[in-house]
């Protein structure tokens, strides 16, 4: 394996009772008024969110502040499928999808007041449309509850009719994540899930509706090599997505993925002044970047109300 240049490998070779984060990972405990409230309007709510789910290094970052972000999880909270890095709950047969839950959600988002909010889900296969429909369903509640919320749904890997589903609700930016690169797939990622056809997923979203923004995100420190993180980028870049973030993978518990190496913060910024070059138009590139990342969806915002004063283009 070619190991990038900048990088600092796991003591041990990965053994969990020996992993030492570097200084650059390690953040304060979240709290403050501003989380506190977050926290607590979450629970009252009764809003599932990845945040917490997935075990967020920046919930303190980005629940606190004049301007809290936020992911919210729709379809329940337990996974049909059983990937190597995801800290959410797996199980073959979950529990039926919530009928009011979009208009729950709607509810909940207006009550915030946020200007910008993610909304995923976990995978649904057991499902005849993955779910699409519910998860479309949930968008329009949110319009029609808080009109100038900018709406980013980050999904699974829907193609074909269920991802026409969903797209029929009109999402201002499509996030689908292809997690790792190409080779890392069947080892890290549900053996359903592939890196061709996520990006499938991303080009017939642009296809479907063209005025829309699409996103992706890669993790590093598994064992990928330097150039397969670039070729990657390309790839993505080769199905027109617009936005692209970069972290490192940090491991949830001891029964997942062990981590490899740990990418120095000088690689990330060599990876996101490349994505510029290749023409991304927005690049988060950092050891505590992640898909749904505060900064950049303050930039997607930006972004998306300025295409929304644009003149619709007419086919």
Known sequence: MLRNPTSTPVEGGGRPARVRKPSWLK?????????????????????NTVCEEARCPNIGECWSGSRPTMTIMVLGEECTRRCRFCAVATRPDPAPPDPGEPQHVGHAIAEMGVGYVVITSVD???????????????????????????????????????????????PDVLAHNVEVVPRLQRKIRDPQCSFDRSLETLRQARELAPDIFTKSSLMVGLGESHEEVLDSMERLRSADVDFLTLGQYLRPTSKHAPVVEYIEPATFADYQVTGEKMGFR???????????????EFFFERMVRERRLEPRRVC
């Open 27 to 47: 953040v304060p405990l979240p709290g403050g008024e501003g989380y506190a409230k977050l926290k607590g309007l979450a629970k009252t709510l009764s809003l």
């Open 124 to 170: 649904r296969d057991d499902l005849a449309d993955g779910g699409a429909r519910h998860y479309g369903d949930c968008i329009r509640a949110i319009r029609a509850s808080s009109p100038r919320t900018v709406v980013e749904t980050l999904i699974p890997d829907y193609v074909d009719a269920s991802l026409a589903l969903l797209m029929e609700a009109h």
């Open 282 to 296: 927005y690049v988060a590139s950092g050891p505590l970047v992640r898909s749904s990342y505060k900064a950049g």
